[in-house]
């Protein structure tokens, strides 16, 4: 089984079409999970939505985890249809650092490589996603949905 993903713009300014699309396949997902979390109002809170480790074993106390080499590609998207989400990223370094996201109402936000994320430093040394989790803004109950597509063990 393989994973195709497709994103399509459709755009028309002043009578000209300024939409694209792109495509990419990636034979090697064989699984997915999918799951819509909701992000409770009140007090500020967090949810973990997913954790990666190098094993991806489970836990009964910590939740499913996976295989950071494995995911292929995870989606978030924010269901609501007024409220913004903030994504927390955190990253397994010396110190564990977070890098954050906003999305707004309707929109996602993709991961796809979860062993090379992202560089937070000025030297080239890219970081290991370690967990993923969102809240909602305070007095606002919002959804997301959290899709992963990840290789066999």
């Known amino acids: 089984m393989a994973l195709t993903t497709t994103i399509t713009e459709e755009l028309t300014l002043e ?24 992000l409770t109002a009140g007090a500020y809170s967090q949810v973990v939505l997913y954790r990666c480790t190098s094993s991806g074993s489970n836990s009964p106390s910590l939740g499913i985890r996976y295989n950071y080499n494995k995911v292929k590609y995870a989606r ?40 090379q994320f992202m560089n937070n430093t000025t030297t080239p040394s890219y970081q290991i996603v370690e967990e993923v989790s969102a809240s909602g803004p305070i007095g606002s109950e919002v959804d997301v949905e959290v899709f992963i597509g990840y290789e066999a063990a």
């Open 15 to 38: 009578g000209s079409d300024c939409g694209a699309s792109a495509s990419i396949e990636q034979g090697d997902v064989v699984y997915y999970d999918s799951k819509i979390y909701r």
């Open 76 to 115: 978030i998207t924010n269901l609501d249809d007024s409220d913004e989400c903030t994504i927390s990223i955190k990253t397994r370094t010396s110190s564990s650092s977070y890098f954050q996201v906003i999305i707004g109402s309707g929109g996602s936000f993709i991961i796809n490589d979860h062993s």
